[in-house]
Structures are given as C-alpha cells and as structure tokens.
C-alpha cells in the first residue's frame, strides 16, 4: 500500500490505491472486474456479468428502506494510457507511481486513471459500507469507455432494473451536469506511392514534443496545440520554398486525445539541407510563439540519419501535408442555449502509416446531430479532394438535458445542505455513457457529477485531493436522501 491510502476518505482511496496496481487500458478490464468481483464476493453481494463484460452488483436496501426506488451508480472500469515519450512503463504490468503535489494526487510521466477510477473506487466503497443509509442499489461497472463506449453500446437490456442513474465520470467540483455530446469518429486512408531514396540526399527525423494535449472534448476549448496539425503546419509552409520528400509522418494514439507528440522523417537534397533546417525552425519558432500560452514547452528535434530507404513521390509529399493542413481540428462553434458551452468540435486524433497508406482518425463531437452530420460531411470532402477513401462509424448519441428532473431537485437541495450553495447546472462537451444508457432505457432519470480532475488523458492528469471528499460526502448524503 503508499500513501494513497493514507488519504480521507479511507475506505475510498484505499480502493483507488489497490486500482493503481491494476493493468485497466480499455479493452484489458479483466484484472479489474476480477476486482470488483472480488469485492462483491467477499461482502456477500449478488453480481451479474453481462456479454460484453460489464458487472452490475446489487446490494440491498438498509433495513427500512427495502421499499425506496432503486438506484443505479455508474462508472466505466478502463482508462487511457497515454506516458510522456521518455519514460519506460508497460501499462499491461507495471504499477502507476503516484505522487501529491499541491494538494493534487498525479502520477509519474503517466496518466493517472482518476477518470474514471475515482467513481469505481467510490462504488467499490459503498458496497463495503456498512454505516451508509441508502436504498437497494445497482452498481453498474462498464468497459471499454474510453475508445468509444462500447461497453455501455453492449449493455444487455436486461441488466438493469432502476430508472434512476447517478453517473460518477465528469469532473468539475461543484456542478451537476444533464447533458452530454454526441459524437463519430471517421477514418481516413490515403494510398502512398513510394520512389527509392533520392541519391546524394541527406535523411533526418523530426520530433515536434512537449505539448500538453489533453482530452479531446473537455480541453478543446483550451486551444492547446495539436502536435500532427503543428508538425504538417510547419513542413508544408516550408515545402512551398525548399522541396524534400517524407517518408513517415505519424503522432496521437487515442481518439479522444489531443496529440502531444509527432514525428516525420524526411530526405531532403544535400544542397538543400541548411536551408530545410533554416526554414523549418523559423517556422517552428513561429508556431512555438503562438502557441507559448498554452504549450509553452513545446519542443522541435531534427537529427541526422534517418533510418529509411524509401520516400513517398513528389506529388503524395505534397499531398499529405495540403490534407493534413487542411482537416479542421478544435472548436468549430459555442452552443446559443448553454452559456461557454462548446457545441461542435473535431479531433485530428491519429495519423500513422500503415501497408503503404496514411491512415488518419478524426473525432467529432457536437450537442446538435445535424452540426455533427455536417462536421463529418466536412471532412469527407476534404478527404474526397485528397483521393482518400472515408470509412464512417455510427456514433454515439448525446444525453438532452431534462431540467425537470425529480433526481435533479434532490441533488440540488443536498449540495445546498452540505455546502451552502447551489450547484451549477452543466452540460459536458464529451461522450458519458449516460447518453447510450438513457437510450437502451427509457424513461431514465440521470445526473452525472464527480470530483475536480484536471487534464484527464494526459500524464497532466491530475485530481484535487480535498475534492473527493468533497464528492463522496455529496454521493452518500444523496443516497440517504433517495431512500
């Protein structure tokens, strides 16, 4: 056990500390539900697991209250793991180091797994309770949230049997939210035509690092740099003045993760060489400048002697870079009804390259299904110029806000009791299972709420100590008042 367990509330953060040691990236939730299973076996609680691996426990009412409307907790058991390049962690077996830091609990060179291992270590908590007044409960335990919340798209219809939900997976302290994003992903491929090594040309590789990145839909509005966008930025203003040739571009790695990192390797002709590296750092300069308020250690690398043998053709150079300058990312309108609410957004998420294509993946989002439509058609027409070929998922739906919801008062009424004022009413730019769920059962009534965490999907991450208590105290006073 560290220090973790040390922190208030114990019965809490003692299983928050136990998930530190738990390999959990989404689509490896196995150790984790195991876990979780664990705990429900050794307090004697029913457990279901469904097709897709989802767990609902059932613990029963306090004596007195059997009758009480059944309430479901939620969290989703996978996080993102997302490390910093220089730092060596296997995320299947290795341990995340925590550390506090200014009231602050991160980790070391990772992300920490605070979204959304907070919410199941509070689920895993008030199974154990004894002293908790409460309802009966349905703890519901989801996978595979993170890359697209399949395991809430596969929750078996049958699983549940409560109509209301308290989801613990947003994070700002303080704030209720009704409301989420819908959102897409698409997937672009663009075939490469390779020509051998030019003769007496000189090879480089080219690192654009230290951007903060962050998650794809509750950062957008920061307008961090996007390293991809950055990097193909920066070649192709350098392109229209001095030719060369890539052979590899590549960065990001998660669809809802603003990248932080991109590489290139290139060859330029050898009389050309000073004048490539001259262009490119008075553009990265440029770039860096711009940027400096919200990356301001972003850092530019350009070492000789790239491994490579081939480089793409002229014309495919030249056409990487004008799709990827030309693919929108970031904000792309605010919401009219909901005041700083970001209604549409995209994510040039993940370029990289594979049988002898550019595969990139854009992620959008947006509160209005028609913006979202026309986000996506956007992108295919610019993928058309390109002569890339477009492959579409179906989404996710977003969560309408219902600002007449009974869970809604009782959850407004506790937060003022315990903390002498009212909670602000949100909506959340980002995909919440609660969406799906309130889909695959109608008539559910939902509130999401959670602690303060800080640059999620970053090894930034971060959560505010005092906060969690804060949000756990708010958690079991509204069971007692639900029951």
């Known amino acids: 056990m560290s220090f973790v367990s040390e922190l208030e509330p114990r019965e809490l953060w003692r299983h928050f500390d136990e998930i530190l ?59 993102v793991n997302e490390k910093n390049a220089d730092v060596e962690h296997d995320f299947d077996k290795d341990p995340i180091i925590p550390r506090q830091e200014d009231g602050y609990l991160k980790a070391t060179g990772t992300t920490l797994g605070s979204d959304n291992g907070i919410g199941v270590a509070a689920m895993l908590a008030v199974m154990e309770a004894k002293d908790l007044v409460h309802g009966p409960l349905e703890l519901l335990f989801t996978v595979d949230e993170e890359t697209g919340l399949t395991g809430a798209s596969q929750l078996a219809p049958d699983l549940l049997e409560g109509r209301r939900l308290l989801n613990l997976d947003t994070e700002e302290e303080g704030a209720l939210y009704v409301g989420c994003a819908g959102g897409a992903d698409s997937q672009l ?15 480089l590789d080219v690192k654009l690092t230290g951007l903060r990145g962050g998650h794809s839909g509750v ?48 060859s330029v002709a050898r009389e050309h060489h000073e004048a490539f590296r001259s262009a490119l750092q008075r553009e990265f300069e440029s770039i860096a400048e711009e940027f400096r308020p919200a990356d301001p250690d972003m850092k530019l690398e350009v070492t000789p002697d790239a491994d490579i043998t081939a480089v793409w053709d002229e014309d495919t150079t030249a056409t990487v870079l004008r799709l990827l300058v030309a693919l929108p990312h970031g904000v792309l309108s605010m919401s009219y009804d909901i005041p700083d609410l970001v209604e549409t957004s995209t994510n040039l998420a993940v370029a990289n390259v594979e049988n002898d294509q550019l595969h990139v993946l854009m992620s959008s989002r947006s509160s209005v299904a028609t913006a979202l439509q026309a986000t996506r058609q956007r992108i295919r027409a610019i993928a058309a110029l390109a002569g890339a070929r477009v492959e579409e998922g179906d989404g996710y739906p977003g969560w309408k806000p219902n600002m007449n919801s009974e869970l809604l008062k009782v959850m407004k009424k506790v937060h003022q009791e315990l903390f002498g004022k009212e909670p602000e009413i949100k909506a959340v ?10 889909e695959k059962y109608p008539g559910m009534d939902m509130i999401s709420f959670g602690p303060q965490i800080e640059f999620p999907h970053s090894p930034d991450e971060r959560v505010k100590i005092d906060s969690v208590a804060r949000f756990y105290k708010l958690l079991t006073a509204t069971l007692e008042k639900l029951a």
């Not at 491929?189 to 003769?199: D, G, T």
């Not at 930025?233 to 571009?249: C, D, G, I, K, N």
């Not at 590549?250 to 990192?261: F, L, S």
């Not at 730019?429 to 309130?438: D, R």
């Open 21 to 79: 040691k738990i390999p959990r990236g989404s689509k490896n939730e196995e150790k984790i539900r195991q876990y979780v299973i664990s705990v429900a076996e050794r307090n004697g609680l029913e457990y279901k697991v469904d097709a897709a691996g989802n767990v609902v426990v059932r613990k029963p009412a306090t004596p007195g209250h059997e009758n009480a409307p059944i309430t479901i907790l939620q969290s989703h058991l996978d996080m």
């Open 189 to 203: 491929h663009l075939p490469l035509k390779n020509q051998p090594l030019p003769e007496n040309s000189v090879t």
């Open 219 to 266: 950062d957008i509005h920061l307008q961090r740099g996007n390293a991809i966008k950055l990097l193909a930025r920066a070649l192709y203003a350098v392109s229209l003045e001095t030719p060369f040739h890539l052979a590899s571009l590549q960065g990001g790695n998660k669809h809802n993760a603003i990248p932080r990192e991109a590489f290139a390797a290139v």
């Open 429 to 438: 730019h980002a995909g919440l299972e609660t969406g799906i769920i309130g």
